[in-house]
T-cell receptor
Framework: DAKTTQPTSMDCAEGRAANLPCNHS???????VYWYRQIHSQGPQYIIH???NNETNEMASLIITEDRKSSTLILPHATLRDTAVYYC???????????FGAGTTVTVRA | KAGVTQTPRYLIKTRGQQVTLSCSPI?????VSWYQQTPGQGLQFLFE???????NKGNFPGRFSGRQFSNSRSEMNVSTLELGDSALYLC????????????????FGEGSRLTVL
């Protein structure tokens, strides 16, 4: 799997959008970009994934650059419950050997 | 729909003992993966099972083993426990369609927290 680079931490004000960047400059054409988050002492939670196009679901939006070397996860209206470690992962579909990295610790402040 | 269930949630063992952890995947999911999470190493892949066969294995010693039953439930075993085996052990399940055909996101359980004294 390609390696990803994420900022170590970031703060966000409650109610504002949180934009989480991820670099994956060595991504292959058949690798997807996945985002998971882990709230303290819980198992990781799937957020969203994409291949080329931007994606949106009820939790977040995923913006992937045209060259696919980077992406941004957007939490449109951050709440205190969004405080968590966010992991950006790239992997081939059907490969369950995920490399999580250190992730970004997001703290949402009131 | 019930999520991934892991038992026990917490357990304490002493060095040299062995431990067995259990994972019941989401109904219909055929792939089960195991991960170890420690403060120093983060989340590390242990192994993945599909249809009772181990398909992939991480870089862990032979003391770590697992198996999957015909109903997709899985167990992992750690023998001759060491202090460094203290960790949160996470199980994840997925539909596991063929590689390259489906993206198949993983659904994680709450984990089993093992403390080795």
């Amino acid at each position: 799997d390609a390696k990803t680079t994420q900022p170590t931490s970031m703060d966000c004000a409650e109610g504002r959008a949180a934009n989480l960047p991820c670099n994956h400059s060595t991504i292959s054409g058949n690798e997807y970009v996945y985002w998971y988050r882990q709230i303290h002492s819980q198992g990781p939670q799937y957020i969203i994934h994409g291949l080329k196009n931007n994606e949106t679901n009820e939790m977040a939006s995923l913006i992937i650059t045209e060259d696919r070397k980077s992406s941004t996860l957007i939490l449109p209206h951050a709440t205190l419950r969004d405080t968590a470690v966010y992991y950006c992962i790239v992997r081939v579909g059907g490969d369950y050997k995920l490399s999580f990295g250190a992730g970004t610790t997001v703290t949402v402040r009131a | 729909k019930a999520g991934v269930t892991q038992t026990p949630r917490y357990l304490i063992k002493t060095r040299g003992q062995q431990v067995t952890l259990s994972c019941s995947p989401i109904s219909g999911h055929r792939s089960v993966s195991w991960y170890q999470q420690t403060p120093g190493q983060g989340l590390q892949f242990l192994f993945e099972y599909f249809s009772e066969t181990q398909r992939n294995k991480g870089n862990f010693p032979g003391r770590f083993s697992g198996r999957q039953f015909s109903n997709s439930r899985s167990e992992m075993n750690v023998s001759t426990l060491e202090l460094g085996d203290s960790a949160l052990y996470l199980c994840a399940s997925s539909l596991a369609l063929w590689a390259g055909v489906s993206t198949g996101e993983l659904f994680f359980g709450e984990g089993s927290r093992l403390t080795v004294l």
